[in-house]
C-alpha cells in the first residue's frame, strides 16, 4: 500500500476504503499479503458477477491465448468475435425475440453510453436527453451530462447543464406524486418549457445512486410516453444487466423493449474490459467509423463472454438459482432491518442487488469499516454516502453468502455498543 499511497494519484477512491494489498482470488473470495480471507460483496462494483477467476472461462482463455488466438482486433472480423455473436443471438436476443443489432464501443461502460446518445442525436435530430435523479451513466463528459451525483459533477457545472433534463425518478418525491405523469405533461404542453428530446436513459435499478428499484408498471408507462412522443428509450444496464436481478436484462420483467440497451461491466464474464451497445436495426444510422476507437473489440473478452453465456444462460436454471439467493439475502436484510430499527431506515432491492439504508453517512462508514476488519468487502452508495450496497457475485456458494452477512450483522452490533461505551 505505501507505494500506492506515495505514488498513485488522489483520485483513488477504493483503495482508501480498502487499505491492504491484494493478491489472489478466487469465486467469492479474495486475499492480500498476510494471507487474509476476504468474501467479496463488491465483485468489481458489479463488474464480476460470475466470481474471480471463474475456473470455466479461465480454461478457455488460456487455450486461446495458447494457440495464439488474435488479441488486438479493433473491429476486424475474427472467430473470436464470430464466435460471441453467434452465442450472444443464439441464448440471449433470439429467445427474448430481441431484434438487436450489436455494436462494439470502447471497452468502458461510459465509452457505450456516449455513443448511444450520440446516435440518439443523429437519429431524431434533437440535442436534449432526459435522465433522472439519482441516476449515475459514467464520467467522461457526455455520460456525466446524464449523471446527477455533485460529487462527480464538481468543477463542470456549467459546461453539464447543457442539452440535459432531469426529472425524478420513482420514488424521489414523497407522496403520491408520478413523475412517469409529469414527464407526459411537460412533454404535451407547449407551456412547459421543455423541448421533445432525442431520448431518455434510465437505470431500471439506480445501483450508485442508492439501490433505487423503478417498478415495472412505472416502466411500462414511461415506455409508452416515449413512443407516443417518438423518442426513444435508451436502458442502462451496465451494473444491473447480465443477470443481476436475475434475468440477463433488468427490464425482462417490465416486458419492455427498449430502442438502445447499454452493457458492459460483468459482460465479459471474467473482469475484463468489454462494453457492447444494443440498437435496433431501424436506427442504427451510423456511417462506417463514425463512433470509433483502438480498442473497440475485445478478443480476449469475446472469449470469456461468450463461455459466460454457455456456462450460464442456455436456460433458466441459473435464473431460478439467483432468485432463490435473493429471496434469502432479502429476508434475512428485512430481519436485520427490524432488529436495527434505531439506525437501519430501509432494506431493498431485487435479485442479488440489495441495499441496507442507514440513518446517515457516519454510520454506513463506520458498519462497512468494521465488516472490512472481520473479512466482508462491502461499499457504501447513495449520494448521502448512508447506502450500504451488497453486490456478491451470483454464483457464491450458499456457505460465503451466509458467512458474509453474518460479518456484516456482527458489524452493526459492534458499532452499536461501541456507541454506548
Request: proline share 3%; charged share 25%.
Amino acid at each position: 500500500m505505501e507505494q500506492v499511497r506515495k505514488h498513485e494519484s488522489n483520485v483513488r477512491g477504493y483503495s482508501r476504503s480498502f487499505p491492504v494489498t491484494f493478491t489472489s482470488a478466487n469465486g467469492a473470495v479474495i486475499h492480500d499479503t498476510d494471507h487474509k480471507q476476504y468474501i467479496d460483496f463488491l465483485a468489481g462494483a458489479g463488474a464480476l458477477n460470475y466470481g474471480h477467476n471463474n475456473p470455466f472461462f479461465k480454461m478457455k482463455l488460456m487455450d486461446y491465448i495458447d494457440k495464439n488466438g488474435v488479441t488486438h482486433g479493433l473491429d476486424l472480423s475474427t472467430e473470436a468475435k464470430e464466435h460471441f455473436i453467434q452465442i450472444f443471438n443464439k441464448y440471449i436476443l433470439e429467445p427474448r425475440e430481441l431484434k438487436y443489432k450489436m455494436q462494439f464501443t470502447g471497452p468502458t461502460g461510459t465509452n457505450t453510453v456516449e455513443a448511444a446518445i450520440k446516435l440518439a442525436q443523429i437519429v431524431t435530430g434533437r440535442t436534449n436527453i432526459i435522465t433522472f435523479t439519482n441516476g449515475y451513466h459514467g464520467h467522461s463528459k457526455g455520460a456525466l451530462r446524464l449523471t446527477a451525483n455533485a460529487h462527480y459533477r464538481k468543477g463542470l457545472e456549467n459546461e453539464l447543464n447543457q442539452f440535459t433534463t432531469f426529472i425524478p425518478y420513482f420514488g424521489f418525491l414523497d407522496g403520491d406524486f408520478d413523475s412517469a405523469d409529469y414527464l407526459d405533461k411537460i412533454l404535451s404542453d407547449s407551456g412547459s418549457g421543455t423541448d421533445i428530446p432525442a431520448a431518455i436513459i434510465l437505470e431500471t435499478i439506480q445501483g450508485e445512486g442508492g439501490v433505487n428499484v423503478a417498478p415495472k408498471e412505472w416502466l411500462q408507462k414511461l415506455r409508452k410516453i416515449t413512443e407516443k412522443h417518438d423518442i426513444l428509450m435508451i436502458v442502462d444496464d451496465i451494473q444491473v444487466g447480465c443477470g443481476r436481478t436475475g434475468n440477463f436484462f433488468s427490464f425482462e420483467d417490465a416486458g419492455i423493449y427498449p430502442d438502445m440497451v447499454t452493457l458492459s461491466k460483468s459482460l465479459s464474464g471474467y473482469g475484463l474490459p468489454m462494453s457492447l451497445l444494443l440498437i435496433k436495426p431501424e436506427i442504427d444510422d451510423w456511417k462506417p467509423g463514425q463512433h470509433t476507437g483502438t480498442f473497440r473489440g475485445n478478443n480476449l473478452a469475446f472469449v470469456t463472454a461468450a463461455e459466460a453465456i454457455i456456462k450460464y444462460w442456455k436456460d433458466d436454471e441459473f435464473t431460478q438459482e439467483i432468485k432463490g439467493k435473493s429471496a434469502k439475502l432479502l429476508r434475512i436484510l428485512n430481519q436485520i432491518g427490524e432488529d436495527h430499527k434505531d439506525i437501519i431506515k430501509d432494506v431493498r432491492g431485487k435479485g442479488l442487488i440489495a441495499a441496507v439504508e442507514c440513518t446517515d453517512a457516519e454510520t454506513a462508514s463506520s458498519i462497512t469499516a468494521e465488516a472490512f476488519s472481520n473479512g466482508l468487502i462491502i461499499e457504501t452508495c447513495g449520494s448521502d454516502g448512508n447506502i450500504i450496497k451488497f453486490l456478491p457475485p451470483l454464483n457464491i456458494h450458499e456457505n460465503y453468502l451466509n458467512e458474509g452477512i453474518k460479518i456484516f450483522e456482527k458489524a452493526i452490533e459492534t458499532i452499536k455498543q461501541a456507541e454506548l461505551a
